[in-house]
């Protein structure tokens, strides 16, 4: 497996430790919608969250880890999930960045990170 996908596999479950830890409720992990997928669906509290995860390597900027055509993507994929499971909740999107530096990782946890 190439070293990207093994880094985004380690952020990922770092991210899924991270939420857990804030109290969010996971519903599902790498749903697939189409051809992609959303990296994890969960409920913090009422609220029902579509989180997506970025792990890169140095110092990025968050919000610049997340394209206009991957929000209207995700945007998408949520309405299909809403419909589908005829889901009530208020619906949000997340962003949770980690960032591996030096031997270290930070996590940026992002709500609301676009409408």
């Known amino acids: 497996m190439a070293e990207h996908n093994e880094l985004g596999k380690t952020g990922e479950e770092i991210a899924v430790e991270y939420i857990l830890r804030q109290g969010f409720k996971i519903l599902y992990r790498n749903w697939r919608f189409m051809h992609k997928e959303i990296d994890i669906i969960a409920l913090d509290g009422r609220t029902l969250v579509f989180i997506e995860v970025k792990t890169r390597s140095g ?57």
């Open 59 to 115: 110092n990025v900027e968050a919000r610049d880890t997340m394209s206009a055509s991957k929000m209207r993507y995700l945007s998408t994929a949520a309405n299909f999930f809403i419909d589908r499971f005829k889901r009530t909740e208020e619906a949000r999107f997340d962003l949770i960045v980690i960032r591996f530096l030096r031997g270290q990782y930070t996590v940026e946890h992002i709500k609301e990170a676009f409408r």
